[in-house]
């Protein structure tokens, strides 16, 4: 059974921090792709950014770059999306989406989802 679970969202002000996890079961991650996509209330779907089997990190959204990291931990399994220097404007439900070996920004490209966990930056 392949499975994503997200988790370490919440209620955060503006400025501050939050580590989003995601866990991995079925499969060992090391020779996949992560993705992390976010959706707000009445918008569209959006590419954040992902990491690939090499560790690398690809943005997909200009207004994160030099905010939001990815890294993993094989041994864990896990994946974490580090987000710092929170805006308003990155409240949405988070998403992790995993794929063989290469990174998309394309939601389609993704088979196994998680369910999502909740990010809302807000005084």
């Known amino acids: 059974q392949v499975q994503l679970v997200e988790s370490g969202g919440g209620l955060v002000q503006p400025g501050g921090s939050l580590r989003l996890s995601c866990a991995a079961s079925g499969f060992t991650l090391d020779h996949y792709a992560i993705g992390w996509f976010r959706q707000a209330p009445g918008k569209e779907r959006e590419g954040v950014l992902c990491i690939s089997r090499s560790s690398s990190n690809t943005y997909y959204t200009d207004s994160v770059k030099g905010r939001f990291t990815i890294s993993r931990d094989n041994a864990k399994n896990t994946v974490y999306l580090q987000m710092n220097s929170l805006k308003p404007e990155d409240t949405a439900v988070y998403y992790c989406?995993?794929?063989?070996?290469?990174?998309?920004?394309?939601?389609?490209?993704?088979?196994?989802w998680g369910q999502g966990t909740q990010v809302t930056v807000s005084s």
């Open positions: 989406a995993t794929r063989l070996y290469y990174c998309s920004g394309y939601g389609y490209d993704y088979a196994y």
